[in-house]
């Protein structure tokens, strides 16, 4: 009997898509702008655009910091069965988001122009397009921070569909926005920010109202912030936001050191470089982001198999997908030279690129999955390489020892995955006493200790026998007696045989039993829509199984999390 990865393959694939779609959206709303800009205004538009992104990454990172710490959680306490305190955490966010949107607007606005000085240097005319950009951004604070929510909790409910229509609104309304700001009413970067700012508002308020709608536990509220439980939400969430906050001082360094060994040119290029790396965040980012919830709900419950197999679904569809995305840019490099106005080729910069993409992809997995995992100072010094220091020590390499300067980026990705594996092998070698798998660093000594059993099985009325009469050297070797064997084989014969009968699509379900000192528990996970077996009148004759299983139980309990069914028996 062994655990395989339809069920969880079924619901990765089912998140991985809205997810890596709603990253798609914010960042074509940038990459929609900087085409725009780039159209109208030329070379100086574009570097607008581009030198004004640390402000709205700045943004990004408390957003991103507070959504994805309260969205962990609250995955955490579903896992736990705590419905109460995952909703509760989710308010707490929206209601920190709101005020820190408060503080950075006033903030902003004050040093707005300073700011823009700062970043255009001495240039007046690009002073100006960056000081337009950035007004704008400044007071669309409050929107972009709570259009995080949505798209973290949206998976939580299963309704990532919604997800994929929040993007078609954002991505229609910016363009229709940009055609109407900068080309008909010729507002130049201000129209560009105003597009955004107003597609990104609309489109979160779709995603509220629909979750309203849709009676999700999930919605627009507020609540009275206690400090533990902020402190738990920004602590959860520090990776995220170390990463967008690293994103800012590297793009501050680069920019300088890009501009010091090729002046205008090569910022030029490396501006495209850059809005095309934001697209390859819809894979690095997306990938483990689409598993998240997965994780932190496998996580609590300490299904190390199942965490197996999610990891190894994440590197299957990062290496796949970023190789994608590298040969895209590649054959169409020449329409990326005619998108951007440029006159020469810029080919080369571009592979380097795609190289980049695809070990990048790789390091960001471990990441997220450490995040995910309560491992969160490992993840943020994962973080810290991955986002900054090795990105600025390859490109100092390459510039002091004339090597070609584009080849920092593949080198900091490679660099990364290396670091990775050898701060994984120093945690697992020095910072527990407890024996940890590698690289997941999961505490295996049930499944060594043979108290755990998951595997997977049809649902055919010959499939349901089988494991029922499998399970018995499982607990024979548990030292179960022969009473509540008997009883976890009728749980598992009655239960498969209902839940099978109300859905004829179900081909296969996960189950899980294990055997603790003073209870054995038996878990069963099936995908489709919401459905309790124990929930029907159990008086006709078709359930009269379930009837005797629910006296004979210490306690049954079910729930639906992340689009998944959860059947609980304990004995």
Not at 22 to 42: E, M, P, R
Not at 486 to 511: G, P, R
């Amino acid at each position: 009997m062994t655990l395989n990865n339809k069920l969880l393959k079924r619901e990765y694939k089912k998140t991985l898509f809205p997810v890596m779609f709603s990253i798609l959206g914010g960042i074509i709303n940038t990459l929609i702008d900087s085409i725009f800009v780039s159209q109208k205004l030329g070379q100086s538009g574009l570097s607008a655009v581009n030198l004004s992104m640390p402000i709205y990454l700045i943004m990004c990172t408390f957003g991103s910091l507070v959504g994805s710490g309260a969205s962990i959680l609250s995955a955490n306490e579903l896992g736990r069965e705590n419905n109460v305190k995952a909703k509760e955490y989710c308010r707490y966010g929206i209601t920190l988001c709101v005020l820190a949107g408060v503080v950075l607007t006033i903030a902003g606005l004050i040093l707005c122009r300073p700011i823009s000085t700062f970043l255009a240097g001495n240039d007046t005319e690009l002073t100006e397009l960056v000081y337009g950009y950035i007004l704008i951004t400044i007071f669309g604070c409050i929107p972009l921070l709570i259009s995080y929510f949505p798209i973290y909790y949206l998976p939580l409910e299963g309704k990532t569909r919604d997800i994929s229509i929040m993007m078609v609104i954002m991505i229609g309304c910016d363009v229709l926005f940009d055609l109407l700001f900068i080309y008909i009413l010729n507002l130049d970067t201000y129209g560009a920010a105003t597009a955004s700012l107003l597609s990104t508002l609309i489109a979160c308020v779709y995603s509220f109202i629909k979750l309203e709608i849709c009676n999700s536990d999930f919605k627009f509220g507020f609540s009275k912030l206690r400090k533990n439980d902020i402190i738990s939400i920004l602590r959860t969430g520090s990776p995220t936001a170390m990463g967008n906050l690293a994103d800012t001082l590297k793009l501050l360094f680069l920019n300088i050191i890009i501009t010091e060994v090729g002046g205008t040119g090569y910022i030029a290029v490396w501006s495209v470089l850059n809005t095309l790396s934001e697209l390859s965040i819809t894979v690095t980012s997306g990938v483990p982001s689409a598993a998240s919830p997965l994780i932190g709900v496998y996580y609590i419950s300490k299904e190390n198999k199942s965490l197996s197999i999610i990891t190894k679904l994440e590197v299957r569809y990062g290496i796949l997908l970023s190789t994608v995305f590298c040969l895209a840019i590649i054959i169409f490099h020449e329409f990326i030279e005619m998108l951007f106005s440029f006159e020469y080729s810029i080919m080369l910069p571009i592979l380097c690129l795609g190289i980049y993409a695809i070990f990048d992809s790789i390091g960001s997995i471990l990441i997220g999955f450490f995040n995910c995992t309560e491992k969160i100072a490992l993840s943020n010094v994962m973080v810290a390489l991955r986002k900054l220091i090795l990105p600025i020590l390859s490109i100092l390499f390459c510039a002091e020892n004339n090597l070609y300067l584009w080849l920092f980026l593949p080198i900091s990705a490679i660099l990364t995955v290396v670091c990775e594996i050898i701060l994984v092998l120093y945690y697992k070698k020095n910072k527990t006493d407890t024996p940890l798998s590698f690289p997941l660093l999961l505490d295996e000594r049930m499944e060594k200790e043979n108290l755990v059993l998951d595997f997977t099985t049809g649902l055919s009325s010959e499939e349901i026998c089988n494991a029922s009469d499998q399970i018995q050297n499982f607990c024979k070797d548990n030292g179960f007696d022969k009473k509540i064997t008997m009883y976890i084989q009728l749980a598992i014969e009655e239960i498969l045989v209902i839940i099978a009968t109300n859905d004829n699509s179900l081909e296969s379900a996960d189950l899980r039993v294990i055997a603790l000192p003073n209870e054995k528990v038996l878990r069963i996970r099936y995908s489709g829509k919401e459905y309790n077996p124990f929930s029907q009148s159990l008086d006709n004759d078709e359930m009269m199984g379930v009837a005797m299983l629910s006296k004979i139980a210490s306690n049954v309990k079910f729930s639906y999390v992340i689009g998944m069914n959860v059947t609980n028996v304990l004995f």
